[in-house]
C-alpha cells in the first residue's frame, strides 16, 4: 500500500505563502493521479488540485491562480504552492494518490491563514 507523508503546513498571514510537500513510498509516474484537497472546521473536505500522470494540472475556482500543484518524480513528491492566501484557506491538507483500482491518503498537515 502507497504511503503518503505531508508537511510543510503553518501558520501564515493573509497574502502570504506557504508550499506544502506530500511525499510517497512509491513512484509517483506510475499514480493516475495526485490530488490536494483540503477541510476546515466543521466543514466537509473539498478538492483543491490534481496533477495526472501526463503533467496536466486542474483547480478549484477558489484556489486558482493562487495555488500550484507540482511534482518532481526522482523525489515521488508533489507539492502545493500557496500564493496569496486568505484566512478560508485554513483547514487540514490532504495528500491523496490513485492508481488502477486503488487510493491512499495522507494523514494531513494544519495550514492556517490569519486575517
Known amino acids: 500500500q502507497v504511503q503518503l507523508v505531508e508537511s510543510g503546513g503553518g501558520l501564515v498571514q493573509a497574502g502570504g505563502s506557504l508550499r506544502l510537500s506530500c511525499v510517497a513510498s512509491?513512484?509517483?509516474?506510475?499514480?493516475?493521479?495526485m490530488h490536494w484537497y483540503r477541510q476546515a472546521p466543521g466543514k466537509q473536505r473539498e478538492w483543491v488540485a490534481v496533477?495526472?500522470?501526463?503533467?496536466?494540472?486542474n483547480y478549484a475556482d477558489s484556489v486558482k491562480g493562487r495555488f500550484t500543484i507540482s511534482r518532481d518524480n526522482a523525489k515521488n513528491t508533489v507539492y502545493l504552492q500557496m500564493n496569496s492566501m486568505k484566512p478560508e484557506d485554513t483547514g487540514v491538507y490532504y495528500c491523496?494518490?490513485?492508481?488502477?483500482?486503488?487510493?491512499?491518503w495522507g494523514q494531513g498537515t494544519q495550514v492556517t491563514v490569519s486575517s
Open positions: 491523496n494518490a490513485q492508481g488502477a483500482g486503488w487510493g491512499s
Open positions: 512509491g513512484r509517483i509516474s506510475s499514480f493516475s493521479f
Open positions: 496533477i495526472y500522470s501526463g503533467g496536466r494540472t
